[in-house]
């Protein structure tokens, strides 16, 4: 795994070259830099090897799901919205560039994205291409992720239009799954087409198991370990899983989507994705 994650760095420092005006450029690569888990890109290239695809091929599509990944936490994390003054162990992007640097590094980042699928995928036909940006900008978009982020904020701010775990579905699936279901998509798109449903269905269980695990994490884990504030849902009053079913059964819903993941992945051959499932697990129910 640890190859791989080196990879994902390589590339993201080379399709990122440093022009004028400076300080965008410095702004965006600030939170890419800094030591995330690379789980999305990570997503898409499994899913192509599994597949038997070229994974060389998948690797602009695999940096530009991070790109984005990046993008919506510098702007998760500003005032307007979560307040975070912390992300990846370091002070969150705004604290660094100020707001204006950190919308804007956003802004650069979701729209340099596609434009790294267009211009550096090799070895796909433009049908492919075509196909791999349409998935980008449907789960970027007003229709998943923003949807997930704007339901959140409502959620937070006492607006509750469906039952709480309809909301908290929503969120979750929105904001988290769809960009783990963009990434084993866009694999199965370059790799395989005909295995993108049984994938997806993967990529939401997970999306969904790793927000519960995400929601355990703020309540039992340190800053050292996850980098960021701790604790901030539970004083906030936040709709999450431990406060809507409190720590045990969120363990279980946790456990039983993990399980099912397992139980399709191992369908096929992956023993980085196997390591990733078995890790989370263990960080939350035990060997
Ligand atoms: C697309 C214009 C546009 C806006 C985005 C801000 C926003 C709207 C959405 C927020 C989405 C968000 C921050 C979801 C949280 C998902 C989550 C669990 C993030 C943590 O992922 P990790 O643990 O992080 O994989 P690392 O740092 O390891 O990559």
């Given at each position: 795994?640890?190859?791989?994650?080196?990879?994902?760095?390589?590339?993201?420092?080379?399709?990122?070259?440093?022009?004028?005006p400076?300080?965008?450029?410095?702004?965006?690569?600030y939170?890419?830099?800094?030591?995330?888990?690379?789980?999305?890109?990570?997503?898409?290239l499994?899913?192509?090897?599994?597949?038997?695809?070229?994974?060389?091929?998948?690797?602009?599509?695999?940096?530009?799901?991070?790109?984005?990944?990046?993008?919506s936490?510098?702007h998760?994390d500003?005032?307007?919205?979560?307040?975070d003054?912390?992300?990846?162990?370091?002070?969150?992007?705004?604290k660094v560039?100020?707001?204006?640097?950190?919308?804007?590094?956003?802004?650069?980042?979701l729209?340099?994205?596609?434009?790294?699928?267009?211009e550096k995928?090799k070895?796909?036909s433009?049908?492919?291409?075509l196909?791999l940006?349409?998935?980008?900008?449907?789960?970027?978009?007003?229709?998943?992720l923003?949807?997930?982020?704007?339901?959140?904020?409502?959620s937070?701010?006492?607006?509750?239009?469906?039952?709480?775990?309809?909301?908290?579905n929503?969120?979750?699936?929105?904001k988290?799954?769809?960009?783990?279901?963009l990434a084993?998509?866009?694999?199965?798109?370059?790799?395989n087409?005909?295995?993108l449903e049984?994938?997806?269905?993967f990529?939401?269980k997970?999306?969904?198991?790793?927000?519960?695990?995400?929601d355990?994490?703020?309540?039992?884990?340190?800053?050292?370990?996850?980098?960021?504030?701790?604790?901030?849902?539970?004083?906030?009053?936040k709709?999450?899983?431990?406060s809507?079913?409190?720590?045990?059964?969120?363990?279980?819903?946790?456990?039983?989507?993990i399980?099912?993941?397992?139980?399709?992945?191992?369908?096929?051959?992956?023993?980085?994705?196997?390591?990733i499932?078995?890790?989370l697990?263990?960080?939350?129910?035990?060997v």
């Amino acid at each position: 795994m640890e190859i791989l994650i080196n990879n994902i760095n390589s590339k993201l420092e080379e399709y990122l070259p440093i022009c004028y005006p400076e300080k965008i450029f410095e702004a965006m690569k600030y939170t890419l830099k800094l030591p995330g888990k690379r789980l999305r890109p990570i997503f898409c290239l499994e899913t192509v090897k599994m597949l038997g695809g070229e994974i060389e091929s998948a690797y602009p599509t695999a940096c530009a799901i991070e790109m984005l990944h990046v993008q919506s936490l510098i702007h998760d994390d500003l005032p307007c919205m979560d307040n975070d003054d912390f992300r990846r162990g370091k002070p969150s992007n705004h604290k660094v560039f100020g707001e204006a640097n950190a919308v804007l590094a956003g802004d650069a980042l979701l729209t340099f994205a596609p434009q790294l699928i267009i211009e550096k995928s090799k070895g796909l036909s433009d049908d492919t291409t075509l196909k791999l940006v349409h998935e980008y900008t449907k789960f970027a978009g007003a229709y998943a992720l923003i949807a997930g982020q704007v339901v959140d904020i409502e959620s937070e701010n006492g607006i509750l239009t469906k039952s709480s775990s309809e909301t908290l579905n929503f969120i979750h699936l929105n904001k988290t799954a769809s960009l783990f279901r963009l990434a084993v998509r866009s694999g199965a798109i370059i790799a395989n087409p005909n295995k993108l449903e049984e994938l997806d269905e993967f990529a939401t269980k997970f999306g969904l198991a790793f927000q519960i695990y995400d929601d355990i994490m703020d309540e039992i884990s340190t800053f050292e370990e996850l980098g960021k504030t701790i604790g901030k849902d539970k004083v906030s009053n936040k709709l999450t899983y431990v406060s809507l079913y409190g720590l045990e059964e969120a363990k279980q819903k946790f456990e039983l989507l993990i399980n099912e993941c397992c139980d399709i992945v191992n369908k096929y051959d992956s023993k980085i994705l196997n390591d990733i499932l078995r890790k989370l697990k263990n960080r939350i129910i035990g060997v």
